[in-house]
C-alpha cells in the first residue's frame, strides 16, 4: 500500500497578519519567482500550502 | 511540530496539489523547521524519507510541477535530498533562506491557524487507488480540515 503521509494538518493561507511575515513570505515568492524560468509559471499564488506534521506523523 | 510551507505557481496549482498527494510529496516540499521545545526555539531537519527517489516524475508536465523552491535550513538537509534533487531536476535549492527567527514568527502565526483543527491520520489507507486517495484529500482540504 502506498503510504505518502499520514498524522497531519493541513490549510492554506492567503494572508498574514504580521507585518514581518508578510515581508517573509514576499521574500519566499520574490526568490521563488526569480527561480523559476519558464514563464507562465514565473508568478506564485496567494494561498500559502501549509502541512503541520504530527509528531509521529 | 514540523511545518512545511510550499508556494504553487501560476497554471501549475493542481499539477503541484496532484504531485504533492503522490508518494513524492516528502521529498518535493518547498520548506520546514520544527520547533525543539525543550531549547524555547525552532531548529531545521529533513523530511522524511527525502531522498525516497520516484520513478513516476516522468512526464514533462509532471516536472514542471515540480519546478518550485526547495527552501533548506542547514548542510543535513543538503546531504538527504540531493540524490532526490538529482532524480528530480526541477527541485530547487536555496539553502539558509529563512532564518530559525523568521521560522519562529512563521510558526507563531501559523500555529494559531491550525489551532482547533485536528491531525488526520493516514489517509491513504483502505480507501482504494491513487486516484481515489487523491479525491478524498481534496475532499478533506475543502472541508476546512
Same mark, same amino acid.
Given at each position: 500500500?502506498?503510504? +505518502?503521509?499520514?498524522?497531519?494538518? =493541513?490549510?492554506?493561507?492567503?494572508?498574514?497578519?504580521?507585518?514581518?511575515?508578510?515581508?517573509? @513570505?514576499?521574500?519566499?515568492?520574490? @526568490?521563488? =519567482?526569480?527561480? @523559476?524560468? =519558464? =514563464?507562465?509559471?514565473?508568478? +506564485?499564488?496567494?494561498? @500559502?500550502?501549509?502541512?503541520?506534521? +504530527?509528531?509521529?506523523? | 511540530?514540523?511545518?512545511?510551507?510550499?508556494?504553487?505557481?501560476?497554471?501549475?496549482?493542481?499539477?503541484?496539489?496532484?504531485?504533492?498527494?503522490?508518494?513524492?510529496?516528502?521529498?518535493?516540499?518547498?520548506?520546514?523547521?520544527?520547533?525543539?521545545?525543550?531549547?524555547?526555539?525552532?531548529?531545521h531537519r529533513s523530511p522524511v524519507n527525502l531522498a525516497t527517489p520516484s520513478r513516476r516524475v516522468t512526464?514533462?508536465?509532471?516536472?514542471?510541477?515540480?519546478?518550485?523552491?526547495?527552501?533548506?535550513?542547514?548542510?543535513?538537509?543538503?546531504?538527504?535530498?540531493?540524490?532526490?534533487?538529482?532524480?528530480?531536476?526541477?527541485?530547487?535549492?536555496?539553502?539558509?533562506?529563512?532564518?530559525?527567527?523568521?521560522?519562529?514568527?512563521?510558526?507563531?502565526?501559523?500555529?494559531?491557524?491550525?489551532? /482547533?483543527?485536528?491531525?488526520?491520520?493516514?489517509?491513504?489507507?483502505?480507501?482504494?487507488?491513487?486516484?481515489?486517495?487523491?479525491?478524498?484529500?481534496?475532499?478533506?482540504?475543502?472541508? /476546512?480540515?
Amino acid at each position: 500500500m502506498l503510504q +505518502a503521509i499520514e498524522g497531519y494538518r =493541513e490549510t492554506e493561507k492567503t494572508s498574514w497578519d504580521a507585518p514581518t511575515n508578510i515581508a517573509i @513570505v514576499r521574500k519566499l515568492k520574490d @526568490v521563488a =519567482e526569480a527561480t @523559476v524560468t =519558464e =514563464e507562465r509559471s514565473q508568478t +506564485a499564488l496567494d494561498e @500559502v500550502h501549509i502541512l503541520d506534521l +504530527a509528531k509521529d506523523g | 511540530m514540523m511545518i512545511k510551507i510550499s508556494l504553487s505557481f501560476l497554471g501549475n496549482r493542481f499539477l503541484l496539489r496532484q504531485t504533492e498527494l503522490s508518494h513524492v510529496l516528502k521529498r518535493a516540499c518547498s520548506f520546514s523547521f520544527t520547533r525543539n521545545y525543550n531549547a524555547g526555539n525552532i531548529s531545521h531537519r529533513s523530511p522524511v524519507n527525502l531522498a525516497t527517489p520516484s520513478r513516476r516524475v516522468t512526464s514533462r508536465r509532471t516536472s514542471t510541477a515540480l519546478r518550485r523552491l526547495y527552501v533548506q535550513g542547514d548542510d543535513t538537509l543538503l546531504e538527504c535530498s540531493e540524490a532526490a534533487i538529482e532524480d528530480c531536476k526541477d527541485v530547487l535549492v536555496v539553502p539558509e533562506f529563512i532564518s530559525a527567527e523568521e521560522g519562529e514568527l512563521l510558526l507563531q502565526e501559523i500555529s494559531r491557524t491550525l489551532r /482547533g483543527k485536528r491531525y488526520l491520520y493516514n489517509h491513504w489507507d483502505g480507501v482504494g487507488s491513487p486516484l481515489r486517495m487523491r479525491v478524498d484529500q481534496f475532499t478533506c482540504r475543502v472541508a /476546512g480540515y
